[in-house]
């Protein structure tokens, strides 16, 4: 373990973390880029079916942090997590690279959720860990950097990867991601001498012995005992007030999985929309699984101006930027979202052959809603938990994207829309709902500082 700086600065391994974030982010979204013409052009998948495998791979992605902040927290340390889980995610790659079937896809893509969603709520945890009182003022902004980061290995790569594609074939597609993966473990393992490394406790953070002891023992609670306080006659009373931080956080976030039913749409049902759009635009002709490069630029070109314009000039006029108001704010922007391609869809099913840039809309409003909700909410979520409990509740974060991705998977499998429009219309008035019951729920939430650092 470094001595951690005290000097204010950004700490200098920061660059090895952004470094690998960069690489890895590029590998992943190259990948996914194409998975979804993959399947449905290469494999002849029905799209429902497409959808469904595209979205029970994301829930894979974000159900399996809660087992990797279990093996961090517990036995190898977030270091070690990321490292040795990076290998199976080469893994994952060589496999689709190698095997162009349906049995290689499956394949395939187990070994890059293992890989990737085990590291998940590793990285942003480790990137916090290199904080302390002397700097902590920086990590918003380290943040920014950090979503900044996998924005910018996002886009090349969801441009590049589709032109390969169709250029080589999938085994070139899906090869120059696993590439890119092994320069990211290998630009991660090159930091190893600088890390603030927070050693694993060894015994976790007994989050779910806890809520189970609570639950089984409910007849032994006094009259006024809080529900999880009468764990108290086993555990500590500082690890069970831990945990019951960690639960009020996470009744706030669990509306957030309606969000994400939604935003993870924009690689599979948006393609697909894009599919059947002419798109000739501004002397090109695109692909449609290279659309959704703009969502990193339009990211990097919203992240900085929502920082140091618009939320300063919302402060300005004397309305408080809170993190839980921006992410309100976010979902009702991607419901608007949602109707928007609802209504281009409708035209498309009319017989009309309406052009990409319409597209063009709903993509803007969709990203200033991921910018208000998953930059905010990672931020948020590091500076709310307590310090043994970090990975925890990143894991937590990241299961109501898994959630959200389930409910989407089951929807298309159950294929019960008789068109495109109607299945948009019900995520949007679904994400109206859910922004409702979550401007609810952060209402009754009260802030805490725990930014986990030693003073």
Same mark, same amino acid.
């Given at each position: 373990?470094?001595?951690?700086? @005290?000097?204010?600065?950004?700490?200098?391994?920061?660059?090895?973390?952004?470094?690998?974030?960069?690489?890895? @982010?590029? !590998?992943?979204?190259?990948?996914?880029? +194409?998975?979804?013409?993959?399947? =449905?052009?290469?494999?002849?998948?029905?799209?429902?079916?497409?959808?469904?495998?595209?979205?029970?791979?994301?829930?894979?992605?974000?159900?399996?942090?809660?087992? &990797?902040?279990?093996?961090?927290?517990r036995y190898w340390g977030r270091y070690k997590t990321i490292l040795y889980l990076s290998l199976f995610y080469c893994v994952g790659h060589a496999i689709l690279a190698l095997f162009d079937s349906e049995y290689g896809l499956y394949a395939g893509l187990f070994f890059i959720a293992v890989g990737s969603g085990g590291i998940?709520?590793?990285? !942003?945890?480790l990137v916090g860990d290199q904080f302390d009182r002397s700097n902590e003022h920086l990590l918003d902004k380290v943040y920014s950097i950090f979503y900044f980061s996998i924005n910018f290995g996002s886009f090349f790569s969801t441009?590049?990867?589709?032109?390969?594609?169709?250029?080589? &074939?999938?085994?070139?597609?899906? &090869?120059i991601p696993g590439i890119l993966m092994g320069v990211a473990t290998l630009i991660f393992w090159l930091g190893r001498k600088d890390y603030v490394v927070v050693s694993p406790s060894g015994e976790g953070s007994q989050f779910l012995a806890v809520i189970w002891y609570a639950l089984t023992n409910q007849k032994n609670r006094r009259p006024g005992q809080r529900f999880l306080e009468v764990a108290e006659q086993k555990f500590s009373k500082e690890k069970v007030q831990g945990i019951q931080a960690v639960l009020s956080i996470f009744a706030v976030f669990a509306a957030t999985t309606g969000f994400w039913a939604l935003y993870d749409q924009h690689g599979a049902s948006w393609v697909l929309q894009a599919e059947k759009m002419d798109r000739f635009f501004l002397g090109f002709q695109l692909e449609s699984s290279m659309i959704p490069a703009v969502n990193p630029i339009l990211v990097m070109t919203l992240l900085p101006l929502f920082s140091f314009v618009l939320y300063p000039w919302i402060e300005k006029i004397g309305i408080k930027t809170t993190p839980l108001r921006k992410m309100g704010v976010g979902m009702v922007l991607i419901a608007i979202s949602f109707f928007w391609v609802g209504i281009l869809q409708s035209r498309i099913d009319l017989g009309e052959k309406i052009n990409i840039?319409?597209?063009?809309?709903?993509?803007?409003?969709?990203?200033?809603?991921?910018?208000?909700?998953?930059? =905010?909410?990672?931020?948020?979520?590091?500076?709310?938990?307590?310090?043994?409990?970090?990975?925890? +509740?990143? !894991?937590?974060?990241?299961?109501?994207?898994?959630?959200?991705?389930?409910?989407?998977?089951?929807? !298309?499998?159950?294929?019960?829309?008789?068109?495109?429009?109607?299945?948009?219309?019900?995520?949007?008035?679904?994400?109206?709902?859910?922004?409702?019951? /979550?401007? /609810?729920?952060?209402?009754?939430?009260?802030?805490?500082?725990?930014?986990?650092?030693?003073?």
């Open positions: 373990m470094v001595t951690e700086t @005290r000097n204010g600065k950004m700490p200098k391994q920061i660059n090895y973390i952004v470094g690998n974030e960069a690489a890895e @982010r590029f !590998s992943f979204y190259g990948m996914r880029s +194409i998975l979804v013409i993959f399947m =449905t052009q290469y494999l002849f998948l029905k799209e429902h079916q497409a959808k469904e495998v595209f979205h029970l791979f994301a829930f894979a992605n974000y159900f399996i942090p809660v087992f &990797g902040a279990i093996i961090a927290d998940k709520p590793c990285v !942003s945890a441009l590049l990867i589709p032109w390969t594609l169709k250029a080589y &074939g999938p085994g070139v597609a899906f &090869g840039g319409w597209q063009l809309g709903p993509w803007v409003i969709l990203t200033a809603a991921e910018v208000m909700v998953s930059v =905010t909410g990672l931020s948020f979520a590091y500076t709310q938990a307590p310090k043994e409990m970090k990975s925890t +509740i990143m !894991s937590l974060w990241l299961m109501t994207t898994a959630f959200g991705n389930l409910l989407t998977a089951v929807v !298309s499998s159950l294929n019960p829309f008789e068109s495109g429009a109607k299945e948009f219309y019900f995520y949007a008035v679904l994400m109206l709902i859910v922004a409702f019951i /979550f401007a /609810f729920m952060a209402s009754r939430y009260r802030e805490h500082d725990s930014v986990g650092v030693e003073s």
